[in-house]
């Protein structure tokens, strides 16, 4: 039986596909009621294939990452807590149907039917998390917790296939209509209001931006809630670690190279749950390969025939299209991590994401000395302070990066 997870408030939220999900939300100090200071903003994490939530954002108790540690079930150290206490942003996660504590279809383990299924699942998670963290307030008297709450700063954040998850739904979220969605969130509670932030687009000019930002300002005008205030929830950033997105690299390996060519026909003959490909283990950091060998919630089977063919049905989507039509949707600034030596997702991924996005906001950031789980392996503090940095200059100047047009490489030896 695995241990509960540190600080978290921990429930449950039924997918709209069926499974019971277990979602988790962290806050400052650990709970609304003890956070000393006003929540700046709300981060959504979405963990990798095979992994859970509390094993990516928590860390072992030696708190080491250059030995082995055990179990991750501590919250000082963690990447959560620097989420928190380093940019007072409360943290929502969820395990993705059939891993960790939450159920999946057909009773089996680290499947899915369809990817678009986490997508939706992460969106609703999202809704459901900002409306909890802002009742929460209500409960408690205390309004004014966010710091600013007309206008509430959301970042997407995922590692590996959560990465490509948070990718889609940003992708989702950039194109919808009117530049926002009213979501009823039920029991009598007031809707969540969720918006987007647009940042400078490649292929527009100076007009046709400052047009597009006045129209977006226009719909995010915060509207009355129940209770006479207003407030906003505003996605202001996406931010992935080891992404899968293209798998252009792996197609060649053992039977990947047949699969890209029979997988359009392969749900009609082969059944759905058949186990096929086991992910490389890490050969740079094999003490954390053994972390996650031990911990009892982690799968460690192999990908089944339905979830390798929605992986190369989500790169084909997303990479093969030489029009890059729906990465082109994404308007958000992006900050992209990845391992050169990464043989679990194809480091490529990075390039694709940074060519193929579109918003002039581009930064990518090469981690020399890491492999795959880069918030997890020594050095990790090169990556968080990185992404404290950047995420800090978008909480801190919202109005200036309309006028941000950069795209930036980084490498961190």
């Given at each position: 039986m695995s241990a509960p997870p540190e600080g978290a408030i921990q429930s449950t939220l039924k997918s709209r596909h069926g499974p019971l999900l277990t979602t988790y939300r962290?806050?400052?100090?650990?709970?609304?009621?003890?956070?000393?200071?006003?929540?700046?903003?709300?981060?959504?994490?979405?963990?990798?294939?095979?992994?859970?939530?509390?094993?990516?954002?928590?860390?072992?108790?030696?708190?080491?990452?250059?030995?082995?540690?055990?179990?991750?079930?501590?919250?000082?150290?963690?990447?959560?807590?620097?989420?928190?206490?380093r940019l007072g942003l409360a943290v929502l996660a969820f395990d993705c149907q059939s891993m960790g504590r939450s159920e999946g279809q057909k009773g089996l383990r680290a499947y899915f039917y369809s990817l678009e299924h986490l997508v939706d699942d992460a969106l609703d998670v999202l809704i459901k998390g900002c409306a909890d963290i802002?009742?929460?307030?209500?409960?408690?008297?205390?309004?004014?917790?966010?710091?600013?709450?007309?206008?509430?700063?959301?970042?997407?954040?995922?590692?590996?296939?959560?990465?490509?998850?948070?990718?889609?739904?940003?992708?989702?979220?950039?194109?919808?209509?009117?530049?926002?969605?009213?979501?009823?969130?039920?029991?009598?509670?007031d809707p969540v209001r969720l918006n987007v932030f647009h940042a400078a687009h490649p292929d527009k000019n100076e007009e046709q931006h400052n047009a597009e930002k006045s129209r977006a300002e226009t719909n995010a005008a915060p509207q009355p809630n129940g209770d006479g205030s207003s407030q906003v929830f505003e996605v202001?950033?996406?931010?992935?670690?080891?992404?899968?997105?293209?798998?252009?690299?792996?197609?060649?390996h053992g039977i990947n190279k047949y699969l890209s060519c029979i997988a359009p026909y392969a749900r009609l003959c082969l059944p759905s749950w058949l186990e096929l490909t086991q992910l490389p283990p890490n050969p740079k950091y094999a003490h954390k390969h053994r972390?996650?060998?031990?911990?009892?919630?982690?799968?460690?089977?192999?990908?089944?025939?339905?979830t390798v063919i929605e992986i190369l049905r989500h790169s084909q989507?997303?990479?093969?299209?030489?029009?890059?039509?729906?990465?082109?949707?994404?308007?958000?600034?992006?900050?992209?991590?990845?391992?050169?030596?990464?043989?679990?997702?194809?480091?490529?991924?990075?390039?694709v994401l940074r060519d193929g996005v579109g918003t002039r906001d581009v930064t990518v950031v090469w981690h020399c000395d890491g492999y795959h789980h880069l918030i997890q392996e020594p050095n990790n503090h090169m990556v968080r302070t990185r992404m404290k940095v950047w995420m800090k200059e978008r909480l801190d100047d919202v109005e200036g990066m309309t006028s941000i047009q950069r795209e930036r490489t980084e490498r961190l030896q």
């Open positions: 962290w806050l400052p100090q650990g709970s609304s009621k003890a956070a000393a200071q006003p929540l700046r903003g709300i981060a959504i994490y979405a963990h990798g294939w095979g992994s859970h939530a509390c094993y990516d954002l928590l860390t072992t108790s030696s708190m080491d990452d250059s030995a082995y540690g055990g179990a991750h079930t501590c919250y000082r150290g963690s990447f959560v807590e620097h989420l928190n206490k802002r009742d929460d307030d209500l409960a408690n008297g205390s309004r004014k917790s966010f710091e600013k709450p007309e206008r509430v700063p959301v970042f997407l954040i995922g590692l590996s296939l959560g990465g490509g998850v948070m990718v889609r739904l940003a992708a989702r979220l950039c194109s919808m209509k009117n530049d926002y969605i009213v979501r009823d969130v039920g029991q009598g509670r202001r950033g996406l931010v992935t670690v080891s992404a899968a997105v293209t798998l252009e690299r792996l197609k060649s972390e996650h060998l031990e911990d009892s919630l982690t799968f460690k089977g192999p990908q089944r025939l339905n989507l997303l990479a093969d299209d030489p029009q890059k039509a729906e990465l082109r949707k994404i308007t958000l600034p992006f900050l992209g991590f990845h391992a050169p030596s990464d043989r679990i997702t194809d480091p490529k991924s990075l390039e």
